[in-house]
């Protein structure tokens, strides 16, 4: 069974730091593309960062860039998101996505075919 787990969320002052996991099985890792996405309260889902597994290239929303950098480790199949200079506005769930359609889950998240559950991230100030 195709499964990704979140880890690695928390509670955290503005300026902190977190490293998010998605650990993954039951599917071809280097096939897919993994998204982080995250979802305020109220607000709409946002994807934050996704990296292509085959080839690594990444992709950052401009709100995070410079601040968020999501790597790959093939060998235990999981991706990192390492999140420095968190902000309040950070808060949301995060979660993790797969699509193998060349991360265009990237940008579309219908083409998202796996989802994680979810791990929270709460920054305050």
């Known amino acids: 069974e195709a499964q990704l787990v979140e880890s690695g969320g928390g509670l955290v002052p503005a300026g902190g730091s977190l490293r998010l996991a998605c650990t993954t099985s039951?599917?071809?890792?280097?096939?897919?593309?993994i998204s982080w996405i995250r979802q305020a309260p109220g607000k709409e889902r946002e994807t934050v960062s996704c990296?292509?597994?085959?080839?690594?290239?990444?992709y950052y929303a401009d709100s995070v860039k410079g601040r968020f950098t999501i790597s790959s480790d093939n060998a235990k199949n999981t991706v990192y998101l390492q999140m420095n200079s968190l902000k309040p506005e950070d808060t949301a769930v995060y979660y993790c996505?797969?699509?193998?359609?060349?991360?265009?889950?990237?940008?579309?998240?219908?083409?998202?075919?796996?989802w994680g559950q979810g791990t929270q991230v709460t920054v305050s100030s």
């Open positions: 996505a797969a699509d193998s359609f060349h991360g265009y889950g990237c940008y579309d998240h219908s083409a998202l075919e796996l």
């Open positions: 039951g599917f071809t890792f280097d096939n897919y593309a």
């Open positions: 990296i292509k597994n085959s080839d690594g290239s990444a």
